[in-house]
């Protein structure tokens, strides 16, 4: 049987991802792991002390915990005054990754065309494919990164169906503006399109710059999909739970797809969810000064080997630098020679969107 024949139309589409590539990579020569974006410091004790508690407690079957949505609902209505029904409006999804990918399959049916922003998170634009949806690129304007209204304004087209919003933003560290958020706002509204806004990266911000999510603005909240995690806030990425805020009805759609996928976030991970969504607000203030003493590292320790740092992050843990003028050779190559190389010191990751953003390494602010 040959079975590359049996491969379905969208699976022969798709390559290995380039983030993984590099993982194994430098999983093989024993390197520090340059490639994923996950937090390198450790899971805060009183988490892993419920999630312990909890397998002692024998929860290991098929979960959903109604308290993690109440406390989400308690929270997102509070800081972005909204009024989400915890009972109604929220889905529990192993991660952003599966509550993103629930929301494309729950909106999007074939040729709907989806807005996203470029550069942007790996994911969307494969999500969007196998949903059957098109995605439609807007190029944010470096060095800053900012949004042309016009460019935004004539991406629309009338299949277009919803625009993804991911502030503060990977890979380019920008934290979208009030402003430029009521311009996304004002065209979901005049166009009657919807959005999903990624909002793994809310709690780290820095310098005065502040996360407010698309669906607080006028008009938004009953077509704003609100996806997140506690991967990158409590340094959980692998205990997968995330969510997914949406209006009653398309928020029973996700959590329909999101049982036909994988029925259940994990069970044990769901309980010390409870614990991390009251953690007090001193944690998140700590988390936020330890990225942005981490960020003014690494930004003086670029610039001081020669690379070009035109615009200092303002949230996440990306930044954007540009390779020495007389650097050798291109971005990929030097990617891939930093995965190889055991080091104490700062990472690098690769930018897949060659030619799109220009010769840029994408660096991951994480070492001391
Ligand atoms: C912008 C963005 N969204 C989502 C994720 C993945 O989140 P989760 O672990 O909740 O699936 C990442 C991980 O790197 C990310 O950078």
Same mark, same amino acid.
């Given at each position: 049987?040959?079975?590359?024949? @049996? !491969?379905?139309?969208? /699976?022969?589409?798709?390559?290995?991802?380039?983030?993984?590539?590099?993982?194994?990579?430098?999983?093989?020569?024993?390197?520090?792991?340059?490639?994923?974006?996950?937090?390198?410091?450790?899971?805060?004790?009183?988490?892993?002390?419920? /999630?312990? #508690?909890?397998?002692?407690?024998?929860?290991?079957?098929?979960?959903?915990?109604?308290?993690? +949505?109440?406390?989400?609902? @308690?929270? =997102?209505?509070? *800081?972005?005054?909204?009024? =989400?029904?915890?009972?109604?409006?929220? /889905?529990?999804? +192993?991660?952003q990754?599966?509550?993103?990918?629930?929301?494309?399959?729950?909106?999007?049916? @074939?040729?709907?065309?989806?807005?996203?922003?470029?550069?942007?998170?790996?994911?969307?634009?494969?999500?969007?494919?196998?949903?059957?949806?098109?995605?439609?690129?807007?190029?944010?304007?470096?060095?800053?990164?900012?949004?042309?209204?016009?460019? !935004?304004?004539?991406?629309?087209?009338?299949?277009?169906?919803?625009?993804?919003?991911? #502030?503060?933003?990977?890979?380019?560290?920008?934290?979208?503006?009030?402003?430029?958020?009521?311009?996304?706002?004002?065209?979901?509204?005049?166009?009657?399109?919807?959005?999903?806004?990624d909002e793994v990266y809310e709690?780290?911000?820095?310098?005065?710059?502040?996360?407010?999510?698309?669906?607080?603005?006028?008009?938004? *909240?009953?077509?704003?999909?609100?996806?997140s995690s506690?991967s990158k806030s409590?340094? =959980?990425?692998?205990?997968?739970?995330?969510?997914?805020?949406?209006?009653? !009805?398309?928020?029973? /759609?996700?959590?329909?797809?999101?049982? *036909?996928?994988?029925?259940?976030?994990?069970?044990?991970?769901?309980?010390?969810?409870?614990?991390?969504?009251?953690?007090?607000?001193?944690?998140?203030?700590?988390?936020? @000064?330890?990225?942005?003493?981490?960020?003014?590292?690494? =930004?003086?320790?670029?610039?001081?080997?020669?690379?070009?740092?035109?615009?200092?992050?303002?949230?996440?843990?990306? !930044?954007?630098?540009?390779?020495?003028?007389?650097?050798?050779?291109?971005?990929?190559?030097?990617?891939?020679?930093?995965?190889?190389?055991? #080091?104490?010191?700062?990472?690098? *990751?690769?930018?897949?969107?060659? &030619?799109?953003? &220009? &010769?840029?390494?994408?660096?991951?602010?994480?070492?001391?």
């Amino acid at each position: 049987m040959e079975a590359a024949n @049996k !491969l379905s139309t969208i /699976a022969k589409t798709f390559k290995p991802s380039p983030i993984q590539e590099l993982s194994h990579l430098a999983q093989s020569c024993n390197a520090i792991n340059l490639a994923e974006g996950f937090p390198d410091f450790p899971a805060p004790l009183h988490l892993k002390n419920a /999630a312990i #508690s909890a397998i002692h407690s024998d929860f290991n079957q098929y979960r959903h915990v109604q308290g993690v +949505c109440d406390y989400l609902a @308690k929270i =997102v209505n509070e *800081k972005h005054n909204l009024d =989400v029904n915890p009972q109604t409006d929220v /889905a529990i999804c +192993c991660g952003q990754t599966e509550a993103f990918a629930a929301a494309v399959f729950a909106i999007i049916d @074939k040729d709907d065309e989806v807005i996203l922003f470029d550069p942007c998170f790996e994911t969307y634009e494969a999500c969007i494919t196998m949903a059957g949806g098109v995605p439609v690129y807007v190029a944010l304007d470096p060095p800053h990164w900012t949004l042309n209204p016009e460019t !935004l304004k004539r991406s629309f087209t009338e299949k277009t169906k919803a625009i993804v919003l991911n #502030s503060p933003h990977n890979p380019t560290g920008k934290v979208f503006t009030k402003v430029e958020l009521e311009v996304i706002a004002g065209e979901c509204c005049s166009r009657d399109c919807l959005a999903i806004t990624d909002e793994v990266y809310e709690y780290v911000t820095f310098d005065n710059n502040k996360h407010t999510s698309l669906a607080s603005l006028s008009g938004m *909240k009953d077509r704003t999909i609100i996806t997140s995690s506690l991967s990158k806030s409590f340094s =959980v990425t692998g205990w997968r739970v995330g969510w997914a805020i949406a209006p009653p !009805l398309i928020a029973s /759609a996700i959590k329909n797809i999101h049982v *036909k996928i994988t029925d259940s976030a994990p069970a044990p991970f769901q309980e010390a969810a409870l614990t991390a969504l009251t953690t007090p607000q001193e944690y998140f203030e700590l988390l936020q @000064k330890d990225y942005e003493y981490k960020r003014d590292f690494m =930004v003086k320790l670029l610039e001081g080997i020669g690379f070009q740092i035109a615009f200092k992050p303002q949230g996440s843990f990306f !930044l954007f630098a540009e390779l020495p003028e007389d650097f050798p050779f291109t971005d990929v190559f030097y990617l891939v020679y930093l995965s190889c190389v055991p #080091s104490n010191d700062g990472i690098c *990751k690769e930018d897949d969107r060659e &030619g799109r953003s &220009g &010769g840029c390494a994408r660096a991951w602010i994480f070492s001391r």
